[in-house]
């Protein structure tokens, strides 16, 4: 079975300032992980994904994430942020060539001015 | 490029009644999942369909049903509706395996 657990409901961040969004994952086999955003009243928009190879992986607006199998983390990382990042943020994980995910309870990101 | 468009945005519902709600997948994308997305549960994987049959499904009640024609489009039905099943559906989309494309959801409200 595969499970996603995200460290901190909520992080306030001042803008400008480095964001570090925690997801732990549990899974028997090779993972594919993927971070998520979501705004008000809409629905989840894919910021970066992990399949294979590198293990750091670039995504939209300056977010980035490292996939570390030793620790099984796949925590974000942005180092500058923007008011425009305040959103809930989901981790996600799905090891088939199907599209059932598991994703954590997600992260309230808040930016202060 | 669409996106996933998800009808309606809003809807509101007795107990007791059924509802249907309808996704269009971005085209050529075979394969249509819907989540169920509630403030306790979070984002709850219902089922998935590929080229009209059900791939996987998740750990919802048989009230839950769904069905995807040959254009791709996906339907998804909710008979005997209860309180609890007051949610944010989401749909996606994408060409397995791949990342998944979300619609902006349909909120159900039960009453």
């Known amino acids: 079975a595969q499970s996603v657990t995200q460290l901190g409901s909520h992080v306030s961040v001042s803008e400008g300032a480095l964001v570090l969004l925690r997801c732990n994952y549990s899974s028997s086999v090779p993972p594919y992980l993927f971070w998520y955003v979501q705004y008000p009243n809409q629905g989840l928009q894919l910021l970066l994904k992990?399949?294979?190879?590198?293990?750091l992986v670039k995504g939209i607006n300056g977010f980035e994430a490292e996939f570390k199998k030793s620790e099984t983390s796949f925590h974000l990382t942005k180092p500058s942020a923007h008011m425009s990042d305040a959103a809930e943020h989901f981790c996600?994980?799905?090891?088939?060539?199907?599209?059932?995910?598991?994703f954590g309870t997600g992260t309230s990101l808040t930016v202060i001015p | 490029k669409a996106g996933v468009t998800q009808t309606p945005r809003y809807l509101i519902k007795t107990r007791g009644q059924q509802v249907t709600l309808s996704c269009s997948p971005i085209s050529g994308h075979r394969s249509v999942s819907w989540y169920q997305q509630t403030p306790g549960q979070g984002l709850q994987f219902l089922f998935e369909y590929f080229s009209e049959t059900q791939r996987n499904k998740g750990n919802f009640p048989g009230r839950f049903s769904g069905r995807q024609f040959s254009n791709s489009r996906s339907e998804m039905n909710v008979s005997t509706l209860e309180l609890g099943d007051s949610a944010l559906y989401l749909c996606a989309s994408s060409p397995p395996p791949g990342p998944v494309h979300f619609g902006n959801g349909t909120r159900l409200t039960v009453t």
């Open positions: 996600a994980v799905t090891t088939n060539t199907g599209n059932q995910f598991y």
């Open positions: 992990y399949t294979t190879g590198a293990t």
